[in-house]
């Protein structure tokens, strides 16, 4: 059985960090990253990185301050978020795929932990 679980998520004031972990079981994947959605919002993705390292991308949004990484060996993904700001707010989820890049639909998706940045 395949299952994605997240932790790391918390309460964090602006400026300060947080570091995300999602825990893959029952099958190692290509692309793993993450995705978030913000009450009234919808869902949008932040960063990916294949198993190999040749897809490597951010959101606009994150660029320079989140850094996505990942341990094969132990079929980890990590989202390291700095510099955090209030409209980083949401619930964060993990996501994995067969592929080495996410389109519309991505094969995994972990339970999400909330992710809140006060200003």
């Known amino acids: 059985q395949v299952q994605l679980v997240e932790s790391g998520g918390g309460l964090v004031q602006a400026g300060g960090s947080l570091r995300l972990s999602c825990a893959a079981s029952g099958r190692t994947f290509n692309a793993m990253g993450w995705f978030r959605q913000a009450p009234g919002k919808e869902r949008e993705f932040v960063a990916v990185?294949?198993?190999?390292?040749?897809?490597?991308n951010y959101a606009d949004s994150v660029k320079g301050r989140f850094t996505i990484s990942r341990d094969n060996a132990k079929n980890l993904v990590y989202l390291q978020m700095n510099s955090l700001k209030p409209e980083d707010t949401a619930v964060y989820y993990c996501?994995?795929?067969?592929?080495?890049?996410?389109?519309?639909?991505?094969?995994?998706w972990g339970q999400g932990t909330q992710v809140t940045v006060s200003s």
């Open positions: 996501a994995a795929d067969r592929k080495s890049f996410f389109t519309r639909t991505v094969d995994y």
């Open positions: 990185l294949s198993r190999g390292g040749t897809t490597l």
